[in-house]
């Protein structure tokens, strides 16, 4: 019985290894691509960290750390070094931005159907009137939407129209949107201090270009909006998830 039971475990493996091999490549890359494409993923996760490095000095650290010859620096040095550039980068690129968007907003205010509003902070253009119901405040508005930065690159949309808690969106967005009819279509120019700011994982101090539709003035709240609720009454925060779909608004 023992046996038996032996030679079907080596039946059953010997089919699966021939169906491996059925299924696997006939040629696999040899180790000379194989470590070439290792040092392709090195380089993709030294760029993810946003710093130009000396790769001539990469290399040679790879190469001493393999022969076992001592690094410059320690690895909690290493760590505090790069978190010390990661951070002099952002507060540099948060600058810039800060300035480019005082800069848009001010050019854009001297348009004549650019009006604005909230100390110069936000802007809207009425891109189509409607006629509807008004959007007041505290509404749970369907509208659709298009988020995009100052060079045009868009950062978010949405797929179908959406119902939205004014009351847990980013400043500039609910105030932009209050006042709104049905039907009507309108710019939003957010300055970063209505927006994101710093913070989130946008662009520090990005200025926020948004074009709204609404649809329905004040749509019955859905279940995910009551849970976005919930979390924010329990102090936790709202699901990433909820941020796919609708990444620059919450």
Not at 138 to 156: A, M, R
Not at 197 to 206: A, D, R, V, Y
């Amino acid at each position: 019985m023992k046996k038996l039971a032996l030679f079907a475990l080596s039946l059953l493996t010997l089919t699966t290894l021939k169906a491996e091999e059925e299924v696997a490549p006939k040629e696999r890359p040899d180790i000379a691509k194989i470590s070439e494409s290792f040092g392709h993923m090195i380089a993709q996760n030294l760029e993810s960290l946003g710093l130009e490095f000396d790769m001539d000095s990469v290399l040679i650290g790879l190469r001493n750390s393999i022969d076992g010859k001592k690094s410059p620096l320690s690895d909690e040095e290493t760590v505090a070094a790069i978190t010390q550039i990661q951070e002099d980068s952002f507060q540099k690129k948060s600058d810039l931005n800060l300035i480019d968007a005082e800069e848009f907003l001010a050019t854009n205010a001297q348009k004549d159907a650019v009006v604005t509003v909230d100390d110069g902070k936000l802007q809207y253009e009425i891109e189509k009137e409607g006629t509807g119901e008004i959007v007041q405040a505290h509404f749970n508005p369907l509208i659709t939407y298009k988020g995009t930065f100052i060079d045009g690159k868009e950062f978010g949309a949405s797929k179908e129209p959406e119902a939205l808690n004014l009351d847990e969106t980013i400043p500039g967005f609910s105030k932009g949107i209050i006042g709104m009819k049905e039907g009507e279509k309108r710019r939003l120019f957010i300055h970063p201090e209505l927006g994101y700011g710093t913070q989130g994982f946008l662009p520090p101090n990005s200025l926020l270009i948004f074009d709204i539709e609404v649809v329905k003035a004040n749509a019955p709240q859905t279940e995910e909006t009551l849970s976005s609720a919930d979390s924010e009454e329990t102090g936790d925060e709202i699901a990433l998830s909820d941020l796919e779909e609708a990444p620059a608004i919450r």
